[in-house]
């Protein structure tokens, strides 16, 4: 399993950026899929994921912003971001895990065993 997260970079406030996620080695319609961020001095959360079945959740803190469509043909998911705010700034991580997940844990780091590596995105105000 690999993952390949790009499309970060430096955006100003109210801007949108899309990330991509680049999945190799598995087959991405067996998975479910999730972005999540590290803030400078806190601990990586839970951003969006999406599950086999396409359904999707959000943390609190960008829902409404946020989406996290999938392409299976591609092997590709995307996290695409609108109206960002500085609080945003974060390394964004993508990460895979086989088969099904409970909606009560879906966002949580230890659900997912399978991470790629971070792409930074940074909010100027």
């Known amino acids: 399993v690999q993952l390949q997260a790009s499309g970060g970079g430096l955006v100003e ?21 999730g ?3 590290r803030a400078p001095g806190k601990e990586r959360e839970g951003v969006s994921s999406i599950t086999v079945g396409g359904d999707t959740y959000y943390a609190d803190s960008v829902k409404g912003r946020f989406t996290i469509p999938r392409d299976n043909a591609k092997n590709m998911v995307y996290l695409q971001m609108n109206n ?11 990460a895979a895990r086989r088969g ?11 659900s997912f065993y399978d991470w790629g590596q971070g792409t930074q995105v940074t909010v100027s105000s």
């Open 84 to 94: 960002l705010s500085p609080e945003d700034t974060a390394v964004y991580y993508c």
């Open 100 to 110: 099904s997940l409970s909606p009560s844990i879906i966002l949580r780091t230890v």
């Open 35 to 37: 972005w999540f961020r």
């Open 13 to 33: 406030a109210g801007g949108s950026l899309r990330l991509s996620c680049a999945a190799s080695g598995f087959t991405l319609e067996n998975y479910a899929m």
